[in-house]
């Protein structure tokens, strides 16, 4: 893989870099890729996973700074998840 591959999945929205994961895990479960192949493509699939994993904690790191008062107002920070 290439750093301009890298970049390519940067730019790639969640949903884009979701669905691409998604066809390379069943073109490697149907075991119709060459072993090479296969590697390239199971490396693609984590950086697709690390990419699909950043914008979901970015989204809930988002929604977790709101805070909404008894009328659904927001009104300040506060996690969704105090734990």
Do not use: W
Request: a negative charge; one cysteine or more.
């Amino acid at each position: 893989m290439t750093d301009e591959s890298a970049t390519d999945i940067g730019s790639l929205s969640f949903e884009a870099a979701l669905e691409e994961l998604e066809a390379i895990v069943r073109k490697l479960e149907t075991g119709e890729a060459p072993l090479d192949e296969s590697i390239d493509l199971y490396t693609r699939g984590d950086k697709l996973r690390a990419q699909c994993e950043a914008r979901l904690k970015a989204a809930k790191a988002r929604i977790d700074k709101i805070q909404l008062d008894s009328d659904g107002k927001p009104t300040g920070v506060e996690p969704l998840d105090p734990a």
